[in-house]
């Protein structure tokens, strides 16, 4: 079992910088890729993005690339998204999940542990 606990949400202004924690309990996450969700008012949720095992390959949705750097530190067991350029389509619960399988995936699915999510709010 991996409890995950999300932080660092917020209120910011267009253009600005938030950065989002995820810190895992239960197990270590080296076992697991880890990845980052979002859920706006009224979508579903979506992929933002994911990290290997050893933080080697990441990926992300299209819409955030060149502004969100996901990484990861096993020895402290944490994952960390930095958000920067935000947007008001940003807006959304973000929130942070544990995958064991071997494949590459982006489906929610796939991820067997979540958190409980962190508010995002980009204001214009």
């Known amino acids: 079992q991996v409890h995950l606990v999300e932080s660092g949400g917020g209120l910011v202004q267009a253009g600005g910088s938030l950065r989002l924690s995820c810190a895992a309990s239960?197990?270590?996450?080296?076992?697991?890729?880890m990845g980052w969700f979002r859920q706006a008012p009224g979508k579903e949720r979506e992929f933002v993005a994911r990290?290997?095992?050893?933080?080697?390959?990441?990926y992300y949705t299209d819409s955030v690339k060149a502004r969100f750097t996901i990484s990861r530190d096993n020895a402290k067991n944490t994952v960390s998204l930095q958000m920067n350029s935000l947007k008001p389509e940003d807006t959304a619960v973000y929130y942070c999940?544990?995958?064991?399988?071997?494949?590459?995936?982006?489906?929610?699915?796939?991820?067997?542990?979540w958190g409980q999510g962190t508010q995002v709010t980009v204001s214009s």
């Open positions: 239960g197990r270590t996450i080296s076992s697991y890729a």
């Open positions: 999940a544990a995958d064991s399988s071997p494949a590459t995936t982006f489906a929610r699915s796939a991820y067997e542990y």
């Open positions: 990290i290997s095992r050893l933080g080697i390959n990441t």
